[in-house]
DNA sequence: CCGTAATGGACAG
DNA sequence: TGTCCCTTACGGT
């Protein structure tokens, strides 16, 4: 279940285990047999991420670099990758020692305990309805229960993207610029009466951000998620795009979100207001596929599954609602 | 041990 | 609006 962070995150792993190499490419589920086939025996030229899209290009041969065919993924709710690799060096590197979670799945490097002897290293058998397995040189990935998943020409790759929104972790911004992608950002936001917290949830106004990256940036931002968006003055919606590069950055350099500032937390010495007595606690919980521990995910948070806890800051009690088909959490004082 | 919600989104009707 | 995708962690029993 991943936001923009997770997906990036993935496109630099894939470079980094895979680009340069020729990929055997298979379905052990069968599901995407007629898919694995057209890409099986060629290389892996280019990973990219736009908001929750991967696309890993592939071409016949090296020398051409420019990818012919792309395979498009969308991990939607439940699809994770797995990686496996055989313990030498530059994989330990890329995949992390001694385990790492990606997408959404724990991944354990497979090799014997000696790492660095990758020279008859077979890759692990698959578990689950694998649709699509990648076997590269020295690691294996593999995908299951995608949303999407499928083989696509470079036209059909440019019209998936004309289709979506500018992302804040594209360098620029998937709008020549980051200014321009920030501006397009606050146009679209103003130039309808849609509440802000819906749009926050199109990835054709703003590609990556998923439930907790909306309710997060709603919350810092003081933000009313029901207000008209033609409403919302555009510095405070500019004001929530600068935010959200910065914390979606964040996101891919720990692999998992936190938002909170350190005054906020709970062990941060601040005057949090106390828990109310007898109810029955959910915890939110979310992807980590980086070193865990620096922020625990109780801290990690200021209204994301906090309903009935009181608000970090002024202690009102955190509502919740439903609103774009998910649940919305916000303080209902903070955000007026 | 079982039921359910979950950081999404495509598609049918 | 409902279904699919078909996994996983968690709470309640």
Not at 1 to 8: A, L, Y
Not at 64 to 89: N, Q
Not at 130 to 155: F, K, Q, S
Not at 323 to 331: F, S
């Amino acid at each position: 279940m991943p936001e923009g962070h997770t997906v990036h995150r993935l496109a630099r792993t894939f470079h980094d285990l895979f680009v340069g190499q020729t990929l055997r490419v298979s379905s052990p589920q069968g599901r995407f047999a007629d898919g694995a086939a057209l890409l099986d025996g060629q290389v892996l030229v280019a990973a990219e991420a736009w908001g929750k899209q991967l696309f890993l290009g592939f071409a016949a041969a090296r020398a051409g670099a420019t990818a012919e065919r792309w395979l498009r993924v969308h991990l939607g709710m439940y699809g994770a990758w797995t990686f496996a690799g055989d313990g030498s060096a530059d994989v330990v590197h890329a995949i992390g020692a001694p385990r790492r979670r990606i997408g959404e799945r724990e991944t354990v490097p497979a090799g014997p305990d000696d790492p660095g002897t990758g020279d008859d290293w077979e890759p692990p058998a698959p578990r689950g309805a694998v649709r699509v397995r990648l076997l590269g040189e020295h690691a294996v990935a593999d995908l299951t229960g995608p949303t999407a998943c499928e083989v696509i020409t470079p036209g059909e790759k440019a019209a998936v993207e004309a289709r979506l929104g500018p992302d804040p972790l594209r360098p620029d911004g998937g709008r020549g610029s980051r200014d321009a992608a920030r501006a397009d950002f606050v146009e679209r936001v103003r130039r309808s009466r849609v509440p802000v917290g819906r749009q926050l949830m199109d990835q054709a106004v703003i590609a990556g951000v998923g439930n907790v990256y909306r309710a997060e940036v709603l919350y810092r931002a003081r933000v009313d998620p029901m207000r008209p968006g033609h409403d919302v003055p555009a510095s405070e919606i500019g004001g929530m795009w600068d935010d959200l590069a910065v914390l979606m950055r964040d996101g891919v350099a720990r692999g998992y979100i936190v938002t909170t500032r350190p005054e906020h937390r709970d062990a941060g010495g601040g005057a949090v207001p106390p828990v109310a007595a007898g109810r029955a606690r959910r915890r939110p919980r979310q992807n980590a596929d980086g070193e865990p521990g620096a922020v625990p995910v109780e801290e990690a948070f200021y209204v994301y599954r906090r309903d009935g806890l009181p608000c970090r800051v002024c202690g009102t009690p955190v509502l919740t609602r439903e609103l774009a088909g998910r649940n919305l959490y916000w303080c209902g004082t903070c955000q007026g």
